[in-house]
């Protein structure tokens, strides 16, 4: 498994997950044993469009999140990027247990997603 992106609130992987994907405080690149690999300020430099189209420098092929729109959700179709859905918002470290043990959901469409209208769009 390559490392996992994960949006979070600060950049602690005893942080909470963002609840946003395309504009979290942080992105946070994560190996499978959960040890943080890169932390990335969510900024203008790594919108959504931005961290995806850097996947394969930063070493990672899916991204964990709470919520993603169907922006993000298509650039990460375009980047070869999976993207696994949580049920609740857990912290990062919880997250990628979560992801090892599948208890995490392939989103495998855009459809039906929405922005969640705190981004600007």
Excluded: Q, Y
Excluded at 10 to 32: C, M, Q, R, Y
Excluded at 98 to 115: A, F, N, V
């Amino acid at each position: 498994m390559k490392n996992i992106c994960i949006p979070a609130e600060a950049p602690e992987l005893t942080s909470k997950v963002d609840n946003h994907f395309g504009h979290p405080n942080w992105f946070l690149i994560v190996n499978e044993n959960g040890e943080l690999v890169h932390k990335i300020v969510g900024d203008e430099k790594s919108h959504h469009a931005k961290i995806f189209a850097r996947a394969e420098e930063l070493g990672f092929d899916s991204a964990v999140t709470f919520h993603m729109g169907p922006g993000a959700f298509n650039v990460a179709v375009d980047c070869d990027v999976k993207i696994f859905l949580l049920e609740d918002i857990p912290t990062v470290l919880e997250a990628i247990d979560r992801h090892k043990d599948g208890k995490t959901t392939l989103l495998t469409s855009g459809e039906g997603l929405s922005c969640g209208g705190n981004c600007g769009h």
